[in-house]
């Protein structure tokens, strides 16, 4: 029967009523326990910026093709008619200059670049960019951007960024006097340079320190031809995202394993899918030294240029990175400062990076003061003054400034290579490797013609004693001082030759760059060569116990045998044929010490820093084969008329 229309049955009329009840019962429950009762926290806090003793302004400047670069400006509320330091940095640009701790400038500006009682004592405006590409800054992201032409077709490079950001900046901030110094460090370095070409009136005074200058030669990338394959994990974050947020995941503590494992450097970045990164590719691909890496060397560039700003180099002698970047710019560029009076050069006996650091010591050696305070209060204060105060003081900054590590003390000198205060020209003089591994500056008379070693790429010659660490700065790696470290791990091995010196019974004094001449052969048809230079401490060192029978180098580098005929063209090495192999040490200025010994070691790889050479000619070494890596016997050879030697630039005191 059907039910009659517009009524409901018991039932249903009971079950609508449970459910009235509950739920009412889960609304009560869900009320808030105090209604109406507003949220603490506003919905767009505005920090009072009074108790700050600056001003921080973050801009968006409009380049010349349109893009935006993200820019952080901090004026100190004293500011008026005040020069600029700028620094254009890919490091995050709002990292560097915040603290949210401290209502003081010097507080806010740490880490990366900031030399900092200089920047505040100077009461200078700071400027730090973010550059194309990376972090709050528009546009896309090229390492090392080349300045237009062959390699950059696009009318934007690192020079017009910092022309375009210099004229905007000192039209728009009304405390600057409109004198605008640059610089920075490492990669900042470079870009401390580029703008050197074509610069903006308004430059007046540049500071590249330790810069990136030429990543085959001798900087990042590659020595010579060997790949430094421990910056894997830095071109991976670095150009992988925007904002570096794509990080390396470590597969081992000791990256000796990691490395040796992968077998390449290009199979380990095939493992981490790094084709999809464009530099990565770029340098896979471009593994001589073809018109890719010769095209953009910064030296190369700047030997074409006038030379308009005063502009001060500052090298590390124990720079970990870009050891080879500062000198290599100081020679090109010289010959442009027809007047002695735009180019200076500061020296000093630090890592990478150091001169805006505590500098009293590096490792276990000690230099007697805070070096990285004296160059930043005697020369870099000074300097920039000179150029970005409208009342000019005066400066008394030496052409180079250069510290004598050994002696420890600082140096004022008209140039470089000068070798003492006085003018003292150093005079290339060969220390011959001898038998019996000895090493002397008399030629070779006697004995055995040659030692020799087996290198075996599958037990590679480790750069420092393991385990070896990444590259990296946190107070538990080491990284900043592996050019310091004691070489006795490595002169006891039986792939090490190492050659030694009587004991010096006067002091041998060094300046300029050591340059390795080497009469090797090998039993395979490729080779690295590494050679050190080396400061034996004596067995006991009074008051630095630990220093007795220290090694220390104070000049070492590698070279990759296919290069030897020609950096652009790489060649198969003609087998058990003994062939001269000449390359650069870095830049030295040390004495070594009566009672100390001089040692010369030779070896083949430099594990893991630099890839191995598999010691098989293949056309492309970061593509070779687990087959291609095979051991060689190496020779060198120290007999008349096959002398191996270290040509070093000694200086005689008048």
Same mark, same amino acid.
């Given at each position: ?49 009074? $108790? ?152 007046? $005074? ?107 180099? $500052? ?84 052409? $180079? ?140 060192? @009074? ?95 120290? @007999?008349?008329?096959? @002398? ?11």
């Amino acid at each position: 029967m059907a039910k009659p229309v517009g009524r409901r049955s018991l039932p249903v009329l009971l079950l609508s009523a449970i459910s009235l009840f509950t739920l009412a019962g889960a609304a009560a429950q869900n009320a808030p326990l105090y209604p109406n009762y507003p949220s603490e926290t506003p919905a767009a806090f505005q920090p009072s910026t009074a $108790v700050q003793d600056y001003d921080r302004r973050e801009v968006m400047i409009a380049m010349r093709d349109g893009v935006k670069l993200h820019t952080v400006i901090l004026v100190p509320k004293a500011a008026k008619h005040e020069g600029i330091l700028l620094t254009r940095t890919p490091y995050n640009a709002n990292q560097l200059t915040t603290n949210a701790f401290s209502t003081h400038l010097g507080t806010t500006l740490w880490g990366y670049d900031n030399a900092t009682e200089t920047i505040i004592d100077g009461g200078y405006i700071r400027v730090v960019q973010d550059i194309r590409g990376k972090y709050g800054s528009e546009g896309d992201y090229i390492m090392n951007r080349p300045l237009h032409g062959a390699l950059n077709p696009t009318p934007v490079d690192e020079s017009t960024d910092t022309y375009d950001t210099i004229d905007w900046l000192i039209k728009n901030i009304p405390e600057t006097n409109g004198k605008v110094g640059i610089l920075g460090i490492s990669y900042d370095g470079y870009l401390a340079l580029m703008p050197l070409v074509h610069p903006h009136p308004a430059l007046k $005074v540049a500071v590249p320190m330790n810069p990136m200058v030429d990543g085959w030669r001798g900087d990042d990338w590659f020595h010579n031809g060997a790949f430094r394959q421990q910056n894997l994990p830095y071109i991976y974050e670095q150009t992988a995202t925007r904002d570096n947020s794509a990080h390396w995941l470590l597969s081992n503590f000791d990256d000796y394993d990691m490395y040796l494992r992968a077998g390449s450097a290009g199979e380990l970045g095939h493992q981490r899918n790094m084709e999809q990164i464009g530099f990565w590719n770029k340098v896979t691909q471009h593994p001589a030294y073809d018109s890719f890496w010769s095209g953009q060397a910064v030296d190369q560039i700047l030997a074409q240029e006038p030379l308009t700003v005063p502009t001060m180099l $500052v090298d590390s002698l124990w720079d970990q990175e870009d050891i080879y970047g500062a000198m290599a710019v100081y020679k090109a560029v010289k010959p442009r400062d027809t007047n002695n009076d735009k180019l200076f050069l500061v020296m000093g006996p630090w890592h990478h990076g150091q001169e805006i650091e505590e500098a009293s010591s590096l490792g276990a050696i000690k230099f007697n003061s805070d070096t990285g305070l004296y160059f930043r209060t005697h020369i870099l204060a000074p300097f920039l003054a000179h150029y970005l105060k409208d009342d000019a003081p005066a400066m008394h900054v030496a052409p $180079v400034t250069a510290f004598e590590t050994g002696t420890n003390h600082w140096q004022r000198l008209q140039a470089w290579p000068a070798g003492c205060e006085k003018g003292c020209t150093p005079k290339p003089t060969p220390l011959y490797l001898q038998a019996d591994s000895k090493l002397a500056f008399t030629t070779p008379a006697s004995g055995e013609a040659f030692d020799e070693y087996v290198s075996d790429p599958a037990k590679p010659v480790p750069f420092r004693t393991r385990p070896n660490q990444p590259v990296g700065y946190t107070p538990n790696l080491s990284w900043v001082r592996w050019l310091v470290d004691d070489q006795r791990e490595f002169s006891g091995r039986p792939d090490v030759l190492s050659f030694t010196t009587d004991v010096l019974d006067k002091p041998v004094k060094i300046s300029g760059e050591p340059i390795a001449n080497l009469i090797a052969a090998t039993t395979g048809t490729d080779a690295d060569w590494v050679v050190k230079l080396i400061d034996v401490y004596p067995d006991e060192v @009074a008051g630095q116990p630990e220093l007795g029978g220290y090694q220390l180098a104070v000049a070492m580098d590698i070279f990759r045998g296919r290069y030897r005929q020609s950096l652009a063209n790489p060649a198969a090495i003609a087998a058990n044929t003994p062939l001269a192999y000449k390359f650069a040490l870095p830049t030295t200025n040390h004495v070594f010490l009566p009672g100390h010994r001089i040692m010369v070691q030779v070896q083949s790889s430099w594990f893991p820093l630099y890839d191995r050479n598999p010691q098989t000619f293949v056309p492309n070494i970061f593509f070779a084969k687990p087959t291609d890596y095979k051991k060689a016997t190496q020779r060198i050879y120290h @007999a008349p008329g096959q @002398a191996s030697f270290v040509e070093l630039p000694l200086v005689t005191e008048p």
